[in-house]
Nanobody, 124 residues
Framework: QVQLVESGGGLVQAGGSLRLSCAAS????????VGWFRQAPGKEREYVAV????????SYGDFVKGRFTISRDNAKSTAYLQMNNLSPDDTAVYYC?????????????????WGQGTQVTVSS
């Protein structure tokens, strides 16, 4: 098993940046693909980004459009989501998730392990 804790959320003005972190503990982090998802009030959980166990492959949701970057440091058991040029539409609770294996799941129901989420609020 792996436990995940997100941090780095907060309030930022439109056009600003935030870096989210997802710290893992438990079983070796390198065994897991890591995804980031977000959920705004009244909306379904939405895929943001995913990376493979090594971090060599990455994929992003269509709405990202080059603004976000997913990365990971397996030596630190931590994944990151760098978010630039934020807009009010990016306001949501952001979650990291982990799944054992060599694939890059983009559906939230494919993930077993979840963090508690971190709130990101972008003001106009």
């Amino acid at each position: 098993q792996v436990q995940l804790v997100e941090s780095g959320g907060g309030l930022v003005q439109a056009g600003g940046s935030l870096r989210l972190s997802c710290a893992a503990s438990g079983r070796a982090f390198v065994n897991y693909a890591v995804g980031w998802f977000r959920q705004a009030p009244g909306k379904e959980r939405e895929y943001v980004a995913v990376t493979t166990r090594s971090g060599s492959s990455k994929s992003y949701g269509d709405f990202v459009k080059g603004r976000f970057t997913i990365s990971r440091d397996n030596a630190k058991s931590t994944a990151y989501l760098q978010m630039n040029n934020l807009s009010p539409d990016d306001t949501a609770v952001y979650y990291c998730a982990a799944e054992d294996g060599r694939f890059m799941p983009v559906r939230p129901d494919y993930y077993t392990y979840w963090g508690q989420g971190t709130q990101v609020t972008v003001s106009s």
